[in-house]
């Protein structure tokens, strides 16, 4: 079952070749027996995941339902479960009990989807390894002494694994399309504002979009059909028209227009990620797209504008957490001061309070114009490049990653050389464009990623190239050892 596309899952539902409660046990089964190596898992939901997949099965047999309905998912631990935990990752909410459900939750809840468990994460979202959570790292299905890439980690993970068919995700700087890279499955982050951030817990506002992690391009957009659209409980969310991604899936690409950013190629790519990236454009080509260099000559500033503007925004969303209304707080606090400053200190782990620091610092008076101005202005010029590379082409290509997946603490104590595996990926987040990474030609038995970015709400093309590509090569399809 567990190497079924969504739709076969949802046509086996249909004819009753088994229930959703089958189908949810074996993958509850599955976790039980095989997450020990990964940690993919910070909570499984167990019984209520079987009562979900009970009301599943009473809807599949009245007949009017959705290819959802009844297929077990699970949520990054970063979205709001209603009477369930919901950790982000961090000691400061390691007892938090979301009062209600993020919408993204509540939407795929309604398409009948059964909420399995939260995926682990890098704490607050911030991290490329995985190994900034409170509950400990993730391990890369696919080599256990590596990293599974984040800060969804344990999202990819568990879908590379197959523990699940698709899970949710966010990315701020990468971490869908990162993660989805190094372990070798789809990840599409949509355009800002595509998604809602209502209940999603934040970490850089004007970056933060929620996405998906699925086996394939078409298992993805299953959920983003479901996920996609206006919320006005999001002030940010896009009140633009969701087309159908599933619709879209087979559309012709031949004469589409596909640039290579010769910024993306340079310095610092590992050259087996190179050869398999080259390898996926050259079948591309004989899809009948048409190849071309771009430049987006800003692209070098990405990282050093998003490590000043993700901090800024981050050291405002973590003041809520002061040990007073909820999450962690310390014990036997002498006066109102000590309370605040133990409960952060104890409650966040230590790249949370590095960013907590730098953003504070590039928000001060004096420093405000010097960085976080400055790095605004930037910010407006990478979005600038896109605009005009977007005049030439209808889609950019490259590499997700510059190398494949690095062993467990290989970074840990260098930020900066963790900072720089999200080099590709940070400059979609400044423009708030879509991109998607897809599974390529391993190099050396790893996973590689191409990433494809659009231009604005053009989630349907993304993934279309993705199913193309998909239809004609049998990389997202392997499984790695040991969880075939
Ligand atoms: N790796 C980046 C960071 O550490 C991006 C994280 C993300 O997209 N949430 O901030």
Redesign the pocket.
Known sequence: MENKSIAQLAADLRLRTYSSVELTRHYLERIERLDSRLNSFISVAGEAALASAERADLALKSGDVGPLTGIPIAHKDIFCTQGFKTSCGSRMLDDFIAPYDATLVERLAAAGAVMLGKTNMDEF????SNETSFYGPVTNPWDQTRVPG??SGGSAAAVAARLCPAATG??????IR?PASLCGVTGIKPTYGRCSRWGMIA?ASSLDQAGVLARSAADAAFLLDEMAGFDPRDSTSADVPVPDYVDALDDDIAGLRIGLPKEYFGAGLDSGVAASIHDAISEYERLGARISEISLPNSPLSVPVYYVV?PAECSSNLARYDGVRYGYRCGHPADLEDLYKRSRAEGFGAEVQRRIMIGTYVLSAGYYDAYYLKAQKVRQLIADDFRRAFEQVDVIMGPTTPTTAFPLGAKTDDPVAM?L??IYTIAANLAGLPAISVPVEPAEGLPVGLQIVGDYFQEARLLNLAHRYQHVTHWHQAAPAGFE
């Open positions: 979202a911030m991290g490329s984040g800060s966010t990315d701020t700087g990468g971490s990162q970490f993700a900072y595996n999200d």
